[in-house]
């Protein structure tokens, strides 16, 4: 069984920092894109940033683009983001998901809160 | 990036009942990356659909997908209690708004 867990979110203030971390198992994690999609508190969906297999392509959404950095460690079965120069936008419910071809979101994670705030 | 715009925001149906729930998208997408997630009060999207018609593992045969071009729809029949939930197509980067599908 696929499971998906987040961790490393909680408060921080404007301009800080935090790294998220998803842990994969049940299934071939260095085989599998994965995604890291947000949820702002009672909005809708978005995609943040995603992985290749082998980390060799990242792509971001353009209003994290040079303040978030997705990674991925195969040996681990872990992907992280790094999340610099935060802001009160940025508060959401992250979740990690394991993508199929064609860019769906098979599984998801049950995630985690970041709050953005002084 | 195509836009994806789902329709009704909001439906309000008795158990039994059939609904059919739009997503338009702002120029023509692949059907082969369409797909549809449901999302549960305090849960996490769950895949319902992917590749416009074809269930996820474990959906029950009620839902169904179908369009083509920038028209899709995701049909819900014999709505049972358990299906009240949040609706968001998806394709790619993009998400629909979402439809709130709500059970008397």
């Known amino acids: 069984e696929v499971h998906l867990v987040e961790s490393g979110g909680g408060l921080v203030q404007p301009g800080g920092s935090l790294r998220l971390s998803c842990e994969a198992s049940?299934?071939?994690?260095?085989?599998?894109?994965m995604t890291w999609v947000r949820q702002p508190p009672g909005k809708g969906l978005e995609s943040v940033a995603n992985?290749?297999?082998?980390?060799?392509?990242?792509y971001y959404v353009g209003s994290v683009e040079g303040r978030f950095t997705i990674s991925r460690d195969n040996a681990k079965n872990s992907m992280y983001l790094q999340m610099n120069g935060l802001r009160g936008e940025d508060t959401a419910i992250y979740y990690c998901?394991?993508?199929?071809?064609?860019?769906?979101?098979?599984?998801w994670g049950q995630g985690t809160l970041v709050t953005v705030s002084s | 990036e195509p836009v994806l715009t789902q329709s009704p925001g909001t439906v309000s149906l008795a158990p039994g009942e059939r609904t059919a729930l739009s997503c338009r998208a702002s120029?023509?997408?692949?059907?082969?990356?369409l797909s549809w997630y449901q999302q549960k009060p305090g849960q996490a999207p769950r895949l319902l659909i992917y590749?416009?018609?074809t269930r996820a593992t474990g959906i029950p045969d009620r839902f169904s997908g179908s369009g083509s071009g920038t028209d899709f729809t995701l049909t819900i029949s014999r709505l049972e209690p358990e299906d009240s939930a949040v609706y968001y197509c998806?394709?790619?980067?993009?998400f629909g708004q979402g439809t709130k599908v709500e059970i008397k």
């Open positions: 120029q023509s997408v692949s059907s082969s990356y």
């Open positions: 049940g299934f071939s994690f260095s085989t599998s894109w």
């Open positions: 590749g416009a018609s």
């Open positions: 998901a394991k993508n199929r071809p064609g860019g769906i979101y098979e599984n």
């Open positions: 998806q394709q790619h980067w993009s």
């Open positions: 992985i290749k297999e082998d980390g060799s392509e990242k």
